[in-house]
């Protein structure tokens, strides 16, 4: 790595992920989502009759098309390339 970087533009580009982070939205939105919903239901006062709450799972938020190695923009070029395939004469 330090043939390619820098210590410095290591730590600047650190710098800058901790201002920006980039990575997976979705995972890191539900997780943020799950600790405070978490959070709430354990400081909000319930009836005793009530049943216990159970922890929400990190990953509850994450919508089911959202698989690893397959995104909503992979899954869109494959659509687009099946309809592509489908115009007689396209790409001849």
């Known amino acids: 790595m330090l043939a390619v970087m820098t210590p410095e533009q290591f730590d600047g580009w650190f710098a800058y992920y901790r201002l920006r982070p980039?990575?997976?939205?979705?995972r890191r939105s539900s997780r943020t989502t799950a600790a405070l919903i978490n959070t709430i239901r354990e400081t909000?006062?319930?009836d005793k009759a009530m049943k216990k709450e159970e922890y929400l799972d990190d990953d509850i938020f994450i919508p089911a098309w959202s698989r690893p190695g397959e995104?909503?923009?992979?899954k869109e070029i494959?659509?687009?390339?099946?309809a592509a395939d489908a115009i007689e004469g396209f790409g001849v």
């Open 44 to 46: 909000t006062p319930r």
């Open 22 to 26: 980039w990575g997976d939205d979705w």
């Open 71 to 74: 995104s909503p923009a992979e």
């Open 78 to 82: 494959v659509l687009q390339c099946v």
